[in-house]
């Protein structure tokens, strides 16, 4: 996981993500950088425009305060219709969470 914030600290300082760039962060974080995770990361984000992929990365939801989750059980019954569908609906937009999860495990 360091290796990827390496790199968005580099895209962050409008630096160019190349191995030397990357091996020095990682460098000035006190690590030992592995070459082969260098090369890889490098060449697994030629391709993808960090700047689109940090606007539609999902964030996990906070969790709700505990009052909340002690709410009347007909109530969660009746909303969970509208999540369903609420999920259909986000599933027909943007790339599939599979498209995503196979983008970010060329990462690693």
């Known amino acids: 996981m360091e290796y990827v914030y390496a790199a968005l600290l580099l895209h962050y300082a409008k630096q160019e993500i190349n191995e030397d760039n990357l091996a020095k962060v990682l460098q000035a ?8 995770r260098v090369k890889t990361l490098v060449a697994a984000l030629k391709e993808v425009n960090i700047d689109e992929a940090i606007k539609s990365a999902a964030f996990a939801p906070v969790a709700a305060p505990a009052a909340a989750a002690a709410a009347a059980p007909a109530q969660a019954q009746q909303a969970a219709p509208a999540k369903e569908e609420k999920k259909e609906e986000e599933e027909k937009k943007g790339p599939s969470e599979e498209e995503i999860a196979g983008s970010l495990a060329a990462l690693f």
């Open 29 to 36: 974080a006190g690590l030992q950088p592995d070459e082969v």
